[in-house]
């Protein structure tokens, strides 16, 4: 079993900045992916950003540019740098990995998500 903890999320201004932190633990023999999902409210989990263990990095459309996703494979956590935020960048986070598990030789697993509120 693979356990995401994520953390950082709050309410932020417009153009203000946002750290988030995703941390996993369990029976990991080797994560291969992780990243960020995002929902709002009415609308459908989509991707944020996503970061292979090579270190290729792939972000949607909209947040290209203001947010960075970066990850510490010593600690099996990744980050989601944010900076001018949006209104509409409002959403639940959630992290995301995948990769080989030590019992189960496989995981998809998912955080429990963070709020994410920026007022205008």
């Known amino acids: 079993q693979v356990r995401l903890v994520e953390s950082g999320g709050g309410l932020v201004q417009a153009g203000g900045s946002l750290r988030l932190s995703c941390a996993a633990s369990g029976s990991i023999f080797r994560i291969n992916a992780m990243g960020w999902y995002r929902q709002a409210p009415g609308k459908e989990r989509a991707l944020v950003a996503v970061i292979t263990s090579g270190g290729v990095t792939n972000y949607a459309d909209s947040v290209k540019g203001r947010f960075t996703i970066s990850r510490d494979s010593a600690k099996n956590t990744v980050y989601l740098q944010m900076i001018s935020l949006k209104p509409e960048d409002t959403a639940v986070y959630y992290c995301?990995?995948?990769?080989?598990?030590?019992?189960?030789?496989?995981?998809?697993?998912w955080g429990q998500g963070t709020q994410v509120t920026v007022s205008s």
């Open positions: 995301h990995a995948e990769g080989l598990a030590l019992i189960t030789a496989s995981f998809d697993s």
